[in-house]
């Protein structure tokens, strides 16, 4: 095993959300890594749409967005070494495993998200879809929505 840098691309996500009833927000800043900037921009780009339709958050749209970076990794030799090297390892996923795996939870995603109307048609009554995420409230109750007087 060997350590070496690779490129990653960091989503910088800046907001300012006000809680229900206040007028003044708080400033908040996430960061997300991504091996790709396609798959980085189009996180962005589904985020952006999200935090576009809630009424208390103001995107603070200088400070977010993809820029390259890289991060020092341990890598391996081949496919059969980093295999095995984390065979053993709980919850392990063989490369090219995944593959499958994400086509299979894409193909689920995708008819669930056929099924579900937007959210700005249903009142935000969830579950419900803004883009491609689909919005759900984890105890099945309605989620009240905060909106700007």
């Not at 809680?19 to 921009?41: H, N, S, W």
């Not at 208390?56 to 890598?75: D, L």
């Not at 063989?94 to 499958?100: L, V």
């Amino acid at each position: 095993m060997d350590t070496s840098w690779i490129q990653v691309f960091i989503l910088t996500f800046a907001e300012c959300v006000a809680p229900a009833g206040k007028t003044v927000c708080q400033e908040q800043q996430f960061e997300l890594q991504f091996v790709t900037k396609a798959d980085c921009e189009y996180a962005l780009q589904q985020i952006m749409l999200v935090k576009a339709g809630a009424g208390n958050v103001i995107v603070n749209r200088q400070k977010s967005g993809c820029s390259p970076s890289a991060v020092e990794r341990t890598t391996f030799a081949s496919r059969e070494a980093i295999i095995e090297a984390y065979k053993d390892t709980v919850g392990w996923r063989t490369p090219g495993d995944s593959e499958m795996r994400r086509s299979v939870v894409n193909k689920a995603h995708s008819e669930r998200l056929a099924d579900l109307m937007p959210c700005d048609e249903t009142g935000n009554v969830v579950p419900c879809k803004i883009g491609d995420i689909i919005i759900e409230d984890a105890t099945g109750d309605n989620v009240e929505v905060w909106k700007r007087d």
